[in-house]
């Protein structure tokens, strides 16, 4: 009997003062960095012993890191065939061209799975992988057996994640689904014009935030402060999941505004929207759209209702890079307040592939994992600028944001994951793609194989002619870049070769 006590006075002691208690003062115990500095020696221990069991075995590590480049930056394409030259400025144009032999095609083969595999737009819609083993088995790492020591380490730290903290963060979770309710409940009788409302709802729903973020043992860096959203603006971040919105939730009030979802999250959703202006859309719905700009015009010239939060990408990425801003909240005449959001994927993955995971499956991954690390960074307001259209001003603040949060900035719609382009446009556009690699090669094609001319050829006004023509076939800019500078296609990637 006593140590069945024993143990439900432990189990209560750690929820109490380990969430409960942490979430309501608003802070973090110092106790939960110093897991996270172990639990980073752990794995830095585990990977010097893999390197020491690949060195017995006789494995050699053949990758090198590369640097991520822009993806403006021309492919480099080696080992081309023979009846294709380098131009050069003493070409004999009396020399026969060498003959074609069916093996030259390889190389022209091989270049072109190669642009495909290095693909750097699509990549981003698929979690990263990791080069250090986190012990996770979501790891996309082949199992291999390499020690007796790692399988213990393994062993012990799944009792650790499943038997220990997985149910301790679904009773701290599942509080905070309670507390939400009860929240509302409260609220609903509160009348909305007195001060009091608004004072109890900052602090309630506050809570409830921190009670989740607890629930995933987050540590959240929070970075210049004095930055953060006032009443009557707009803020905006790049997208990862829908844990953004808790993260940032959890440093202050918002008012918010998204796709309308269903299940646990659109649940979520219909409470919230019970006690606070939110905006939650159709995105298929074209007259949700001018719903929305109404509303957020309505909301922001008030003054006085909690900052909009916003994530103009439209869509999840893989923390990685940032994407094409929408230009509809850029257009509204008010501060702008850039947040960047850089999370730690050595102990979560935070993305989520809404087209693979549904939010239940998501849900249960981030509390299975070991913590949620994160950085968020409070960026200087910002307003557009005499003469400056809405999408010039959102390229500068995705530019601030990117640079902020070390993400690489993509021209490139993240929408282009949710739908697909027309054989027309894709034909065009392939044959583009063709012409850019004739021409920034400076290939001499023989007359037998090729009669191309490229001397008079401008394909930023082919492209932009292109752009106009299935303007409304498209129904977004989603796949052409804002900025079409001279004689600059995107590259073609998995989309339009499948």
Known sequence: MLPRLFILAYWLSTFV??????????CTYTLRRWYIK??????????GII?????????????EEEEELPHSHPVKRKHLPSYVEEASSDTDSSTPPPLFSFCDVAPLVMNGISTIRDDQVLTRFYAQEKRLWNMLTRTSIHPVFMSHRLNVIWFLSFVWRWCYLLPMRILVFTTAMFWLLAVT?????????????????????????RLIT????????????????KNGGICVANHTSPLDAVILSHDNCYSMIGQRHGGLLGFTQKILDMTSDHIWFERSESKDRQMVINRLTDHCSSGDKHPVLIFPEGTCINNTSVMM?????????????PVAIKYDTLFTEAFWNSSEQTIIHYLFMMLTSWAVVCDVWYLPPMRRLPGEDAITFA??????????????????????????????????????????????????????????????????????????????????TAFISHDISKNKVPVIVKTLAS
């Open 185 to 209: 409940a409260i609220l609903l009788i509160i009348p909305k014009h007195t001060p009091f409302y608004h004072k109890c709802y900052d602090w309630m729903i506050l809570m409830m935030f």
């Open 395 to 476: 390229n500068r603040v995705k530019a601030l944001i990117a640079d902020k949060g070390g993400l690489v900035d993509l021209q490139w719609d993240g929408m282009i994951k949710r739908k697909k382009l027309s054989e027309r446009i894709r034909e065009s556009l392939m044959d583009l793609e063709r012409q850019q690699f004739l021409e920034n090669s400076t290939l001499s094609i023989p007359r037998n194989i090729s009669q191309v001319n490229l001397t008079d050829l401008d394909i930023s006004d082919t492209f932009k002619d292109i752009s106009d023509t299935f303007k409304e076939e498209l129904n977004t």
């Open 325 to 337: 801003f929408k230009k509809g909240s850029f257009e509204i005449d008010t501060v702008i307040y």
């Open 51 to 63: 390197d020491q069991r690949k060195h017995l075995l006789g494995f050699t590590d053949q990758e």
């Open 214 to 229: 607890h629930s995933l043992s987050a540590v959240i860096n929070f970075h210049n402060p004095e930055n953060k959203a």
């Open 17 to 26: 003062f380990g969430f409960l208690v942490p979430a309501f003062l608003g």
């Open 38 to 47: 172990m639990v980073h020696k752990l794995f830095v221990y585990c990977d």
